[in-house]
């Protein structure tokens, strides 16, 4: 389940991070805030023109780069691309070797899953990702 966000929320959002607000940055913004897929940057760009709208590939590369610095989006690596994620609440992932998708992991973080200090260095949080393959390729490896 994903809470969705409507464009008053998206326009605080920006705004809360000091982001300018464009019809173009709200567009990109929206999808991304309320996708689940973690989706690359050429699957957001294909959404965009997909619905009619005109704008290059640079823009929203552009955009989502912008986001990433101010924060809003965290990259993820996986297989040879890129993904992007805006789910700001801590979370986990789960990486398919075979398709690349990315799901999220609920995970309840607290001071007793992870050390509050390693080596003199106060940890305030942690990022775990699980790779393996996802239901759907562990149906295909099956049927084969
Ligand atoms: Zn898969
Ligand atoms: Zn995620």
Redesign the pocket.
Known sequence: MIELYDKDKIVNILKGYSIRVTPNRLKVAEIILNSEVHPSIDEIHTILTKSGKNISFTSVYNIIKMFQSAGIVKEIKSKDRSRYDANLKPHSHFI??????VFDVDMEITNSNFPTSINGMSVDSLEVTYYG??????N?NKDN
């Open positions: 398919c070797k075979n398709c690349g998708r393959l996802c239901s759907e390729c562990n295909d």
